[in-house]
């Protein structure tokens, strides 16, 4: 039984995308999603989600690793380096060491301990470029998961998250139908029975011209001038769920 579940991470895990003004941070996402399918078997189930956008690898596990172990999770999913991937310069065996260092102490705890691969960007002109340095990170990951016995989401060889109206228009976050595929997907992983049914969205508009130049005048060179100026999306913010607490009596949702 899963008393206790902590979420660790960076956007993908804040829920970024999933837009919900009554949220925490305004976003619900797909750890919200699931945890509110966890607490239907379990009564009680405390929930907390430390995640926070913009992070680094090294940010998330410097700042959420040690409050995540002191809460004594009975399960824990940790997903990192998403951010660090899109930097011009990474390496991803020093991320990977810390990762695997991370994995051992939360597996130690005798926690169910559950991580992602990365998404295979290959039908989006600009991650399509960042598909190798992915797949090394994702290799990295499933040797971690394979020597800790961890659960995996392997959200490479998920084809559905490819199609683009499970995005946002900023195309790095999920939005409400991407979340909540991949809370079924965690929960299926988990063998939790739920009904989360991931309905299609609805038909996406032709591609139009001009549509990569709106794209980078609204999203990209935003995100570009952050990074100069050493600045994140998520300075500023606090975790959603700072501290394990029952979920609200809306788990109706």
């Known amino acids: 039984m899963i008393h206790r579940f902590v979420a660790l991470g960076d956007s993908f895990t804040e829920g970024v995308g999933d837009s919900d003004p009554t949220a925490p941070n305004g976003v619900r996402g797909w750890a919200d999603r699931a945890a509110e399918q966890l607490a239907r078997h379990q009564p009680g189930l405390s929930y907390a989600n430390l995640a926070i956008r913009g992070r680094l690898a090294r940010q998330v596990l410097s700042e959420q690793l040690a409050p995540a172990l002191a809460m004594r999770p009975d399960l824990v999913t940790l997903y990192a380096g998403g951010n660090d991937l899109l930097r011009p310069r990474i390496d991803i065996d020093a991320l990977a060491d810390s990762y695997d260092a991370a994995v051992a102490e939360l597996a130690a705890t005798g926690a169910t301990v559950l991580l992602f691969t990365g998404v295979d960007g290959v039908n989006d002109p600009l991650f399509r470029r960042l598909r190798g340095r992915t797949a090394i990170y994702n290799e990295h990951v499933r040797l971690i998961a394979a020597r800790h016995g961890a659960l995996l989401v392997d959200m ?72 100069l100026r050493g600045r994140s999306s998520g300075d500023g913010l606090t975790p959603k769920r700072p501290r394990l607490e029952p979920l609200a009596d809306d788990t109706t949702r």
Not at 163 to 190: E, F, K, M, Q, Y
Request: hydrophobic residues 40%.
């Open 156 to 227: 490479w060889s998920m084809r559905a998250l490819r199609d683009r109206r499970l995005w946002s228009p900023d195309r790095i976050h999920l939005n409400a139908h991407g979340h909540t595929l991949i809370a079924a997907a965690v929960l299926d992983t988990l063998g939790v029975e739920h009904d989360i049914s991931p309905r299609p969205p609805a038909q996406a508009e032709a591609p139009r011209r001009g549509q990569d130049l709106r794209w980078a005048r609204e999203h990209a060179v935003p995100w570009l001038g952050r990074r």
